[in-house]
Nanobody
């Protein structure tokens, strides 16, 4: 059974930084992963994604230059470094994964099979 557990969320002031982690377990094959977020009253949206092997990354325009996605395969952990945070970044952040080989990163929600429970990020002005 694939499990994804996010951590690292919290409350920060605008301009601050946070690093989210997603611990994955239950995998026995290659996979690709991503970070998504959902603010109250809004649809879930893709933030950052990484392809199988980590050579391809993709970011939503709203976070380019501020967020960095990375992974530690030895620890089965996905990270999202978030810098220069803005109040509009406030949302529940979710880690997602799909056990398949996909070299190109994707921000499409429908491409992901497994989801974590989320970690809250709140940015105050």
């Amino acid at each position: 059974q694939v499990q994804l557990v996010e951590s690292g969320g919290g409350s920060v002031q605008a301009g601050g930084s946070l690093r989210l982690s997603c611990q994955a377990s239950g995998y026995t094959r290659q996979y690709y992963m991503g970070w998504f977020r959902q603010a109250p009253g809004k649809e879930r949206e893709g933030v950052a994604a990484i392809g199988t092997g980590g050579l391809s990354t993709r970011y939503d325009d709203s976070v380019k230059g501020r967020f960095t996605i990375s992974q530690d395969n030895a620890r089965n952990t996905l990270y999202l470094q978030m810098n220069s945070l803005k109040p509009e970044d406030t949302a529940m952040y979710y880690c997602a994964a799909s056990p398949a080989s996909r070299l190109l990163a994707t921000l499409s929600l429908s491409e992901y099979n497994y989801w974590g429970q989320g970690t809250q990020v709140t940015v105050s002005s």
